[in-house]
């Protein structure tokens, strides 16, 4: 073999030796995101990990995911879908139906339109109200 063929061929097979045998490989779970309400579509790997390439860490979807689905079956629960994962007042469910999804794991995702419970017992008390004086009303009549 020639020393310009040497010069070439020996580091790139060390360069390939090291990396298939001192860097870690990647444990993807593609199968998971099919477990999902939303097939894994939206946002993939980052649905249960801090890092959209998946792996390490758990975000607080994750976490759920992990300590009420795997024990189950590794399947997408009841339970799962109405805990809120990320503490923003909208059920996993809420935020994968919602349109467009948001993300169950981030707070500041929510889905629009929710109704204020405030308001809408405001209204509530108006109409009763307003309904109530109509038929006091009619009755003076």
């Known amino acids: 073999m020639s020393k310009i063929r040497m010069l070439i061929v020996v580091p790139i097979s060390l360069a390939l030796f090291i990396t298939l045998v001192f860097v870690p490989g990647v444990n993807s779970r593609p199968f998971r995101l099919e477990k999902l309400p939303d097939k894994g579509k939206n946002w993939g790997c980052i649905t249960c990990h801090n890092k959209p390439q998946g792996g390490g860490a758990l975000n607080s979807f994750g976490s759920d995911y992990q300590a009420l689905a795997l024990p189950v079956g590794d399947v997408y629960t009841k339970d799962l879908g109405k805990k809120d994962s990320d503490k923003d007042g909208f059920s996993n469910d809420e935020e994968f139906n ?16 929710k109704p204020n419970a405030v308001e809408f017992n405001r209204k509530r008390t108006k109409f009763w109200a307003s309904l109530k004086r109509k038929v006091f009303f009619n009755r003076l009549r």
Do not use: L, V
């Not at 919602?98 to 339109?113: I, L």
């Open 98 to 113: 919602a349109k467009p999804p948001t993300k169950p794991w981030d707070s500041k995702s929510q889905p629009p339109n």
